[in-house]
């Protein structure tokens, strides 16, 4: 059969068209960047980003506990992970208890309770970003760690046995870890070493009228997608960070709202919201 | 150029020309959105989201760290595999037919053309074309090492594609603008000048000449040996004095063929079954 330019149209037509076409069906082809967390397909582990050099002996050991956890995983959990699972890393301060839930499989009630949350908190308007503000920084050994986001990734790590090396988290409140124990979540590695390193949350805890300012404080400073770059700009952000933050230099034309400025630069919206918030707070 | 069949080479025109017209079409979309305006008839998506060499820049990260790198999305992936479908049959038939830098460098060629007559594109001294050919594959060797590392899109601030579709944007680099000035000039002397010494992602779908399921064959028994084939070919390739051409640089645009070129029936064209001895 001799291939004419006819043939090479409907080879077009149906690889490419048809192509397109079916992905678009099958939820691959996406143009932007999604929006929400990112699926993880490959089971891989997210490495650490700080070098070795500059842990302390806690950090090493979560680090090298995250790993063995890994490496211990039984065959159906690997078989999980290669699958399709949603990658712990993604989890973002944006993030409500309801869709850590759906994504993880992770209780509300189970951050609730560890978390020293109350019991009537909402979960699905309770962000995990909120946890800066209902309690302030506590001191372990000379070094200043927050309650945040990267505390609960390391929680859903453990809760899930879902691969995550941080480098910011080395203790955890003193309830999530008995929770863990109780529920079994925990292999005989991570516990000898959680329960060492553990610390009361409820001696930090925020008294409500702090909270409350630190909210109102909070909401002055909100931007929201459509706050242009010059609003950003005008509300105390330079352009050396707006660049950090982007990747990308301030446009000539400042008037570009800043929801715009991420889809036209293939950005996630919630990585990048989120860092600036993270700034303004 | 059309011989014989007219019908077939306005229908790669066609092709081209469509294509051409989308991409323009959705950068000028793309920058309707960054304006806060609706789209005209197609969508408004990135160049990068159309582009299947993102694809293969992001591939590394994508098999080691289940990521997509920045500013790369899943569309761009999946097009990659789409493309190197398409090229496992009938070869880089989306260079020969589809790209629309392809497609500009033709088109502008037509210029050179005019210009130096039969000389155009056998200008550059055969040793240096014959060594300047393998150069694109150290530029993808390079930019897919150099991706990977980095993971951001280096070549962003090179790349003729981005550059000549979005060239009214902040975003586009000066060297992209002097690559593809430059691009421009040597297209008036040679044919394709980035498709042949540095397009990274043809020289991966260049590779799929020594294996596609359907190649390029020449039937020694009928052909008049009048070398019409090898003057076409836009890629300088000597197809006259093969059987079966399984060159690296083939962008299957079928203009050697009989269909178009070729004045003899069944001398020359592609296809699955032997050529009768």
Not at chain 1, 161 to 172: A, C, G, H, R, V
Not at chain 1, 187 to 205: G, V
Request: with cysteine; proline share 4%.
């Amino acid at each position: 059969m001799k291939i004419r330019h006819i043939h090479i149209f409907i080879a077009i037509a149906i690889i490419m068209g048809g192509g397109i076409y079916v992905s678009s069906q099958l939820g691959l082809f996406h143009t932007t960047r999604a929006a929400s967390n990112n699926t993880m397909r490959a089971g891989g582990q997210i490495q650490a980003t700080s070098s070795p050099q500059s842990m302390g002996t806690a950090r090493q050991m979560q680090t090298n506990l995250n790993e063995s956890a890994t490496l211990n995983m039984s065959t159906e959990d690997q078989e999980n992970l290669n699958g399709s699972t949603h990658d712990v890393a993604d989890i973002r301060g944006s993030f409500s208890l309801t869709e850590i839930e759906r994504l993880y499989q992770v209780p509300p009630a189970a951050i609730i309770e560890s978390f020293s949350l109350k019991e009537n908190t909402d979960p699905r308007t309770f962000r995990l970003r909120d946890l800066k503000v209902l309690y302030e920084d506590y001191e372990i050994d000379g070094e200043i760690y927050e309650v945040e986001t990267d505390t609960i990734k390391v929680f859903v790590s453990l809760y899930t046995n879902k691969p995550y090396t941080s480098d910011e988290t080395f203790y955890l409140p003193e309830k999530a870890v008995n929770y863990l124990l109780r529920e079994n979540r925990l292999t005989p590695e991570e516990e000898s070493y959680w329960k060492t390193h553990t610390f009361d949350l409820d001696i930090y805890a925020r008294d409500s009228h702090t909270i409350q300012a630190m909210a109102e404080q909070s909401s002055a400073a909100s931007f929201t997608g459509n706050t242009t770059i010059a609003g950003l700009i005008s509300m105390g952000m330079d352009e050396a960070t707006f660049e950090e933050i982007t990747g990308f230099e301030v446009p000539e034309d400042r008037n570009i709202t800043i929801r715009n400025f991420i889809f036209a630069h293939g950005l996630g919206f919630d990585d990048v919201s989120e860092e600036i918030e993270e700034f303004f707070r | 150029m059309p011989k014989k069949s007219t019908k077939s080479y306005w229908l790669r025109t066609f092709i081209q020309v469509a294509f051409l017209l989308l991409v323009t079409l959705i950068s000028i979309n793309h920058f309707r959105f960054t304006q806060g305006l609706p789209p005209i008839l197609v969508g408004s998506a990135s160049l990068h989201a159309i582009c299947p060499f993102g694809g293969v820049v992001t591939t590394y990260n994508y098999i080691t760290q289940g990521i997509f790198i920045r500013q790369i999305s899943q569309s761009s992936f999946t097009l990659m595999w789409l493309v190197l479908l398409l090229a496992l049959f009938v070869g880089p038939v989306f260079c020969g037919w589809i790209c629309p830098i392809g497609t500009v460098q033709e088109y502008f060629g037509k210029l050179g053309k005019k210009i130096f007559g039969k000389r155009y594109n056998n200008l550059v001294p055969p040793k240096a074309d014959y060594w300047l050919r393998y150069l694109r594959y150290i530029v993808l060797i390079v930019i897919v090492i150099l991706t990977a590392m980095e993971l951001r899109l280096i070549f962003q601030d090179f790349c003729p594609f981005f550059t000549l579709f979005s060239f009214w944007s902040a975003e586009v680099a000066l060297s992209g603008l002097i690559l593809l000035g430059a691009i421009f000039i040597a297209t008036l002397f040679v044919e394709r000048p980035w498709c042949k010494y540095l397009c990274p992602l043809g020289a991966l779908l260049g590779v799929f000449n020594f294996f596609r399921i359907i190649p390029l064959k020449r039937n020694e028994q009928t052909c008049i040996d009048c070398k019409l084939c090898d003057k076409v070919c836009p890629m300088n390739i000597k197809i006259s004095d093969k059987r079966i051409i399984r060159n690296h640089q083939c962008i299957s645009c079928l203009l050697c063929t009989d269909e178009i070129a070729c004045p003899v029936k069944d001398a020359l064209n592609f296809s699955f079954l032997k050529t009768k001895k």
